[in-house]
């Protein structure tokens, strides 16, 4: 115990050291290329939501224009895959601690082209809607184990980086679906839709397959009592056999720690059971603040309105007088770039700034970013004439509304979820803070153009600013530092300042004993 907190206080002024660099250190020697792999692949699952949000932003256009649907139906056709992802999200967590993490993400991959293969293939609006049903629970699942699975196989200095990952692919597949909407803009009405949505399946097949390649997590194996596979699995994904004997020795001492007995972390009969009770019936003081702190952040992901944006993007640059579809994409495109380079901005200084100044910079800019884009909507309202500087307010505050996102929001709330609770809870809490997510996400979805009719397009874009106002304030409060510890160390900061001076006491005990 003393020789593993030895080496944790002297190695992590080193290690923050070498990463001041931030591009550098990401991709310098001491990320081990194995675990960027694994991260890679399990990332790509996220790929699948994104390319979603991007392509149907197009595609409902197309849609409106050859199956004649209503606007209603276009909110709950748009909003349909939100709300079942919140089945798969549900599901994910108890699914990963029977399976594991790595067959979880096969499941992801395998629902979604289903899914994806109904869409494509659809002759009505009744199969349309199953295909978004069945896709959307397989992002519910790809939400929740790309993030828990990235995080469990990396090493401390290097998580906030691997874990925002699927945050990067989310908006990858986004800016990809615009540009496929652009290429296919020109094709006929009943063709391109089908082609832009059913083009799914090609990144659901290459997820299948690249799963090949990754080892399961070592936390979930240890749990399993697979104790020794775990070190298999962290050799690999560590630099040295010194490291991964640390990183395993603290892996199984939370084991123990979390299912109560020595013999426990040879036990293979653990199957998530007892979880949900202990989350929602009977939760600790420190598992409440974690509950409190990721549903919170879940909640304001989705509250911002970022997703109901993009989804609907089109529609709001058509009533400020853009009218071209082409253009109406080509808008697109430049607010999809502009979202890419931020969050790989974020994702390769994360582990350099930490989580809480992006988190805050970010949800900040976002809120000043609404209010500018209410400004240009409203003026454009009660304008007769489309005034130009107004058009281009509200272009430049759409893309830095989605850039301020992209820099803190929605990287960060995947890499807080997944590494703030302890490894016993840690599938099953962090898929109840992304159901959450999806829940929120699919009303703001379903209700966005409801809402917008009644309060107009600027009076909307108000109301998510006002949240994003509560949201840093929240976030200020609530949200502590995790950089640079391990996840068995982050549990510390949510505890009684007495119960941690306890705890340290009696590990100094057993030291001296």
């Not at 996400?441 to 009719?453: A, D």
Request: with cysteine; hydrophobic share 50%.
């Amino acid at each position: 115990m003393a020789n593993t907190d030895e080496v944790t206080e002297v190695a992590s002024p080193e290690e923050h050291k070498r990463s001041e660099p931030g591009f550098g250190h990401v991709l310098g020697a001491r990320l081990n290329k194995f675990t960027l792999l694994c991260a890679l692949l399990a990332s790509t699952n996220s790929i699948l939501l994104g390319y979603d949000i991007g392509v149907m932003s197009g595609a409902v256009l197309f849609i409106k224009e050859n199956l004649k649907i209503t606007s209603v139906e276009e909110e709950i056709l748009v909003g349909t895959l939100n709300v079942f992802s919140l089945v798969g999200s549900l599901a994910s967590g108890k699914t990963s601690d029977y399976i594991g993490r790595r067959y979880t993400i096969v499941l992801a991959a395998s629902t979604f082209l289903i899914g994806a293969l109904l869409m494509g293939l659809a002759p009505s609006f009744a199969y349309l809607m199953a295909g978004r049903i069945i896709a959307g629970i397989g992002v519910g699942y790809s939400l929740m184990i790309s993030p828990v699975y990235t995080a469990e196989i990396s090493p401390a200095m290097s998580r906030g980086f691997l874990t925002s990952l699927p945050e990067f692919f989310i908006t990858f597949g986004i800016l990809l679906g615009y540009i496929v909407n652009y290429a296919l803009a020109s094709l006929p009405p009943h063709i391109n839709w089908r082609l832009m949505l059913g083009l799914a399946v090609i990144p659901s097949i290459i997820i299948a397959l690249g799963v090949i390649a990754m080892p399961e997590s070592p936390r979930w194996l240890v749990m399993q009592g697979l104790v020794d596979q775990a070190k298999e699995v962290l050799i690999k994904t560590s630099n040295t056999t010194e490291e991964a004997e640390l990183r395993l020795e603290e892996i199984t001492k939370a084991a123990l720690s979390n299912n109560g007995s020595p013999d426990s972390a040879q036990q293979s009969n653990w199957r998530g059971q007892g979880v949900w009770k202990e989350l929602l019936l009977r939760p600790s003081r420190p598992i409440k603040r974690m509950l409190i702190s990721s549903i919170g952040m879940n909640f304001f992901m989705q509250a911002s309105g970022n997703d109901a944006v993009i989804y609907y993007c089109p529609e709001v640059f058509k009533a400020a007088g853009i009218h071209n579809k082409k253009e109406l994409f080509g808008v697109n495109v430049i607010m999809g770039l502009a979202k890419t380079s931020f969050v790989l901005f974020s994702a390769l200084y994360l582990d350099r700034f930490g989580r809480r100044p992006l988190l805050l910079v970010g949800s900040a800019g976002m809120a000043i970013s609404l209010a500018g884009l209410g400004l240009g909507s409203k003026f454009l309202e009660h304008s007769d004439s489309k005034s130009s500087w107004a058009i281009v307010l509200s272009i430049v505050a759409v893309c830095a509304d989605v850039s301020f996102f992209s820099l803190g929001l929605g990287p960060i709330t995947w890499v807080y979820s997944s590494e703030i609770f302890p490894m016993r809870l840690r599938a099953q809490g962090t898929s109840l803070a992304i159901s959450v997510n999806r829940l929120v996400s699919g009303v703001v979805s379903m209700s966005f153009l409801s809402i917008s009719k009644k309060i107009t397009f600027g009076g909307m874009f108000f109301v998510l600013s006002g949240i994003m106002v509560v949201a840093t304030v929240f976030f200020y409060v609530f949200i502590p530092e995790t950089k640079g510890k391990t996840l068995e160390e982050i549990g510390a900061l949510f505890e009684d300042k007495d119960t941690k001076n306890d705890k340290e006491g009696r590990e100094m005990a057993v030291v001296f004993v």
